[in-house]
């Protein structure tokens, strides 16, 4: 017996809140009923090859009468964010043809990242000698999902201790917009239709990483703003190459024009290569915690996203810091953190 069913396409997994597509390519002689049945956890976002009203879309049941051309159906379905980091789910279909009936299941893992505070001892004690610093215990950050964290460390106002961007940081950040802004007035007269995309883009760049409640803007619209924003320019780059170059030069350009005031490189793109394999990226870990002498209250909460831009509950990481040293000092952010599996 022919099998009807010629191939059959679902991902292995998907971060939760994102897209995955689906295919099934079957006998194109076949003109009988298809049928998918999906869980709970995904939902359909689109279908290819099929009109409107050659289809039933149940509770969880896609019912298929008739394709446009056959031979061939597509689909898209969205993972929802669900409570559990790791979820195996069954997507099923089944083809009906006069007698003849096939059923073939496929697996998906849904997935997201699980990030939490494993250990936090009462104090973190940071040692200054001879102009250099160490620290001892450590805040346990860890991952216990598949998808990648990314992590923001908001202060609180009432905290003794403060962040902020490093000196050297400020100067470049301060060069490279201005650099990058005289560019782009360039750039947005030779091609004006994109001027608006352009200030878009910019409008959000200048909003500071750690989301501050005065701006009444919440991460996850943040991110996604930002999403759509980088759309429209990708979107734009797609469809005039001369644009795309443009913008592309007046970046690199203000880039590479500034970036040599920063002397500290080397030592924040070694950090971020040890904590690539624990799936979280801290996206404020070159700012500063400012510390004097004695004993300081860290009150901060550390803001966890992913990249499908989910958001979820804010993580306290309030600490006693103390300094061990005859004057003030200022520490990047990270290394009062560790990274690490949980349990460990």
Known sequence: MVNIIKSLYVPKDCLQGSEFPTYIIYNRDFKGKIQILFPESVEIKEMY?????????????????????????GAIFKAKKNEKHALSEKIKFVITHNNIHEEIYREILLFRPEV???????????????GNFSTGAKITVSNEG???GILVVTVDGNSEVKKKRPDEMEEFVKRFWEEFDSRLSEVKEEFSEYSRIIEKLIELWKIPAELDKEYMISDEVYMSKTKNAFD?????????????YAFAEAFVGAYMVSVNIITEVNSFLNYLNSIADERMILFDAIDVLELEPGVQKFIAEMRVTDLANNSYPPIDVSIELMLDAEKGIKIPVYSIFEWGTRGN
């Open 49 to 73: 090859n099929v009109g409107e009203g050659d289809y039933e879309l149940r509770q969880n049941e896609l019912i298929i009468e008739e394709t446009e051309v056959p031979g061939y159906v």
């Open 146 to 148: 598949s998808g990648t």
């Open 116 to 130: 939490c505070v494993s250990k936090k001892p009462e104090r973190v004690i940071i040692k200054e000698i001879d």
């Open 232 to 244: 429209n320019l990708s979107e734009a780059i797609s469809y005039d190459e001369d644009f795309g």
